[in-house]
């Protein structure tokens, strides 16, 4: 494998303002001396206030950090956009997170997935060839897939060898595509790129999309919580943090050609320790008390409703991180109490103001 400095460099994260990619920028800003370049369009599928909130906690960090940090606000789907940014800044490492994200939303509403995830990441791709034939800074990109693509694979722990070819959702869809383009550029054109599936993260300043957020806002309000598969269903929950520290040390070290294979690679970045809805609900609900979030008397069960499995939903999802482990030496590790708990002291700030 390939060493990659960051330091002086450009680095593109597509998806700034999003959860992962606020994250990351964050992280990066705080561990690297480089110019990382925040790409993002705003869009309204959440609050755009929460993105704006992010952009907000991006530039405190920024305020004191060695590197610098320059927002764009625009579109990957918008090719001239994207194209422009590529011309201006010369990125030498991309971190595509810009996705239209949410198994359930796309069931419903195609047409952002086909927009952001297959055209604006082909644009990707397209700008990664250029700049690298034209002899430009260009050395890696590493893009977000997820674990979604295992879609109906029954073989559990999911290992990245695994044959993933039933995705149940349009979503899944999308990112198993991204994973066979970006596979086909590294082979044609010599591009060094990493796939990462991710496992349900969560944490602060979260995507109110996502079943533990949802929950939240509906308990607040007195609401009945709706939990699908009768609660016969566990999750691979990752902490924010431990993402963004496995994307960061992904960033620095990247696939290298081998044996007429391309310099082309994927790993899961999950727990590996799926835990059972129920549980998970159970300690959210104690945290949020905890955390002042809601009243000390509340009643948990009295506002939890048993549903029937919802399409594009599995089951269960389990990461194997053995392939992440044995080349970066690095498995995420944060309990699933700690991080609710950050995720519900941070609510309360936001919210509670
Ligand atoms: N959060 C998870 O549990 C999870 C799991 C698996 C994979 N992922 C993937 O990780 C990545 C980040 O996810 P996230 O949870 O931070 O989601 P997010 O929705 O919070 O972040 C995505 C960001 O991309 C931006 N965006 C969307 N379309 C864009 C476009 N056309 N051009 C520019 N920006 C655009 C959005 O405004 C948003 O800020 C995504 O690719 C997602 O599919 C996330």
Redesign the pocket.
């Known amino acids: 494998m390939k060493k990659i400095s960051l330091k002086g460099k450009n680095i593109l994260v ?9 994250h990351l920028v964050m992280r990066l800003l705080k561990e690297e001396e480089a110019c990382i370049i925040g ?5 309204d ?2 609050d755009v206030s929460l ?1 704006k909130h ?1 952009l907000e906690l991006i530039a405190e960090t920024a305020a004191v950090s060695a590197s610098e940090w320059i927002f764009e606000e ?5 090719r001239e956009k994207l194209h422009a940014v590529f011309e201006k800044y010369d990125p030498a490492v991309i971190v ?7 198994v359930r939303y796309s069931i419903d509403h195609p047409d ?1 997935y086909i ?3 297959i055209n ?1 990441f082909y644009y990707i791709l397209e700008e990664c060839r250029r700049a690298k034939t034209e002899g430009k800074s260009f050395e890696y990109l590493v ?6 693509i295992y879609g109906d694979n029954m073989n559990i722990p999911y290992r990245v060898e695994d044959a993933a070819e039933h995705p149940v959702s349009l ?1 899944a869809a999308t ?1 198993k595509s991204n994973e066979l383009m970006a596979h086909a550029y590294s082979k044609l054109y010599g591009l060094a790129v990493t796939g990462l ?6 944490g602060p300043a ?2 109110p999309d ?1 079943a533990y957020f949802g929950f939240t806002n509906k308990l607040i309000e007195g609401k009945t919580i709706d939990i699908f598969n009768y609660g016969n269903c566990k999750r691979d929950f ?1 902490y924010v943090d431990d993402v963004t520290e496995g994307v960061s040390l992904v960033m620095k070290k990247a696939p290298e050609e081998h044996e007429g294979q391309p310099a082309y690679a994927l790993y899961n970045i999950g727990n590996s320790s799926p835990v059972d809805l129920m549980e998970f609900i159970e300690i959210l609900g104690e945290e949020l008390i905890k955390a002042g979030v809601l009243p000390e008397d509340f009643d948990m069960k009295a506002h939890e409703r048993l549903l029937p499995m919802q399409k594009g939903d599995v089951p269960v999802t389990y990461a194997d991180t053995s392939a992440l482990e044995r080349d970066y030496g690095y498995k995420p590790s944060t309990d699933l109490r700690t991080g609710l708990s950050e995720f519900a002291a941070w609510y309360k700030r936001y919210y509670f103001k």
């Open positions: 597509t998806g700034a303002a999003g959860f992962i990619g606020a790409l993002d369009n705003l869009n599928y959440y993105k992010r625009g579109s990957i789907s918008d595509n997170l810009a996705a239209q994200a949410g952002p927009d952001t995830n604006g893009y977000a897939s997820s674990s979604s979503y990112k599936r991710f496992f349900t993260v969560y979260g995507r996502m990752t």
